[in-house]
């Protein structure tokens, strides 16, 4: 039966009141999946479930063919969310979908840092729900099912997400569930106050290279030696403005360690990062060109991410500091860029595994090429060395569901003599850039329409 608050208002004042006490009962019971049993038309399937960096992501199937209907009936869905069981508790947005004859596919975004942010969830228990209107305006109301049937996510692998700073929102933790709505499951979101663990971080600072690598170099200037000055400004800098920071070096490692192989160690950057369920990852970088008129910032984002946090990184670098953006082509945007595998380069991975004798791995011209971006993401960016190539170790993380969102910052070339004197003099600069572009868009995050930060901040602005 719809629950239709137009209805509620036509009936008398009696039945009225009744049902505000009933749903009162009800929310104070807190259990918004079950209160929506009766309304459930289906349940839809989860097939794969992730966090990227702030971002809850699900993707999925519905069998229409369970819902009396066909494909070309269905005008939107959407992603419903329910904190209580009146009409106010509820929240929805419009969410991508695809149909071929009575198989309709879901994601809850476009991109990996788009959608449903865990950082606005209220306080207490959200159920998720699929809403799906059809072209003659009738909707049908899911339950979010498990339907992972993998060992790598699913309710034995339950989310624990912890939310960034922001305000004078505490800290929250948000961990999921499925739970009961009537003869289904549904996806439930528990979101309590609670102190950050020991080892959970906000943010991951990363800089590149190290021991025996050098990275890019020009003249007497290593890159590895400038991103860990930079590094530990902009890891001062983001813990004064309150972030919890993990710096992935500190200078003190092994001289004569060639930490290009010993990334995917046990205590490696990668499998550091990936533990530390930090929501952003700064891995900082300098480039070098054979032609010294090359310079400017360039950032590196995951392919299926959106631009947002890359472009504001790369924004406040050029507003507040000399450096400016990279002219160099494959941009998305102004000094955002994205590099997959080229066939040339999946060729040359192939031939190294045969040579090696290991299988090679499933990479496609649409796997994130560089590691600290296709890794740190874990499940949600196809993260992949699981130690088939003997001179790697393993990123055991690597079905974790919950990514780190990471940019490559390659900051300016080291081959260029204006960018060589900002990196060198301008570090605090460049650290208070990269501060305000995390702030911007952990800000963001929280104004985004249909957040419920943004609707309680509105409530309270009234
Ligand atoms: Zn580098």
Known sequence: MKHDVKT???????????????????????????????????????????????????????????????AKDIETA????????????????????????????????????????????????????????????????????????????????????????????????????FERAGTTETLVFRTKRSRLPKDVYDIVVDPGHGGKDPGAQSGPYKESEVVLDL???????????????????????????????????????????????????????????????????QIYKARQAGNDFAKSLADELVVFTALDYSTMGGRTEKGVYVRTFSNRELAAERSKARRKGYTFYDATTSTDYYFMIREYGCLATGAYVDGRNPAYGVNEYRTFPQGVESCLCELGFLSNEHDRQVLLNDQRGIAKAL??????????LHEEPGSQTADLLAKESL
Do not use: W
Not at 20 to 49: H, Q, V, W
Not at 259 to 288: F, I, P, W
């Open 78 to 177: 959407a992603l419903e969310l329910r904190t209580g069981n009146g009409e106010e508790d509820r929240t929805s947005f419009e969410i991508p979908f695809s149909v071929s004859k009575t198989k309709l596919t879901f994601r809850t975004a476009e991109h990996l840092d788009e959608g449903l942010c865990l950082d606005t969830l209220e306080t207490g228990d959200t159920a998720a729900f699929l809403k799906l209107t059809r072209k003659d305006g009738s909707t049908a109301l899911l339950a979010l099912a498990d339907g992972t049937g993998s060992e790598t996510t699913g309710p034995q692998d339950a989310i624990e997400y912890y939310t960034l700073p922001y305000g004078y929102h505490g800290r929250r933790k948000v961990t999921t569930a």
């Open 8 to 70: 509620r208002k036509g009936a008398g004042s009696l039945v009225l009141l009744l049902c505000f006490l009933m749903s009162t009962l009800l929310s104070a019971c807190g259990n918004p999946a079950s209160g929506a049993a009766g309304e459930l038309d289906g349940t839809a399937a989860i097939r794969k479930y992730c966090t990227y960096g702030a971002f809850f992501r699900a993707e999925g199937t519905v069998d229409l063919s369970e819902l009396g209907g066909t």
């Open 435 to 444: 501060t305000r572009a995390v702030d911007a868009y952990i800000a963001s």
């Open 231 to 297: 590094g530990k400004k902009v890891a001062n800098a983001l813990e004064s403005a309150g972030y919890k920071v993990l710096l992935t070096r500190d200078g003190t490692e092994d001289p004569n360690v060639n930490m290009a192989y010993t990334e995917y160690d046990k205590d490696g950057r990668v499998n550091r990062t990936c533990a530390s369920r930090a929501k952003l990852a700064l891995s900082l970088h300098l480039n070098q060109n054979k032609h010294a008129g090359q310079n400017g910032v």
